[in-house]
């Protein structure tokens, strides 16, 4: 799977960005889809993923009621909202896609994912 991000960039605290992952290279609606953030000089961390029906979302706390994860299947692309932006928000994002098809939930491992590359968001204060 090839995994496209875009959408990164500067923005003021309390702003939204909206982050976009084309996929290709499989059927994307079979997979789960999810992104992963890594800020300078920390571990990186899990930030939302969907499940590959839609029907399950999972946020990690620091994002839950701010950010919100969607896919459409139609354009093989999954969007991260981000609104109410935080300095803490900076970090490297990673658009990542599940390696097993059809996973009934959503999973946080990052070993479970294929990793696409990085789109960086900084967030002023």
């Known amino acids: 799977v090839q995994l496209q991000a875009s959408g990164g960039g500067l923005v003021q605290a309390g702003g939204s960005l909206r982050l976009s992952c084309a996929a290709s290279?499989?059927?994307?609606?079979?997979?789960?889809m999810g992104w992963f953030r890594q800020a300078p000089g920390k571990d990186r961390e899990f930030v939302a993923g969907?499940?590959?029906?839609?029907?399950?979302?999972d946020y990690s706390d620091s994002v839950k009621g701010r950010f919100t994860i969607r896919r459409d299947n139609a354009k093989n692309t999954v969007y991260l909202q981000m609104n109410s932006l935080k300095p803490e928000d900076t970090a490297v994002y990673y658009c990542?896609?599940?390696?097993?098809?059809?996973?009934?939930?959503?999973?946080?491992?990052?070993?479970?994912?294929?990793w696409g590359q990085g789109t960086l968001v900084t967030v002023s204060s």
């Open positions: 290279g499989r059927a994307f609606s079979s997979y789960g």
């Open positions: 969907i499940s590959w029906s839609g029907a399950s979302t």
């Open positions: 990542v896609a599940d390696r097993l098809p059809r996973r009934g939930v959503v999973v946080r491992t990052a070993g479970s994912y294929s």
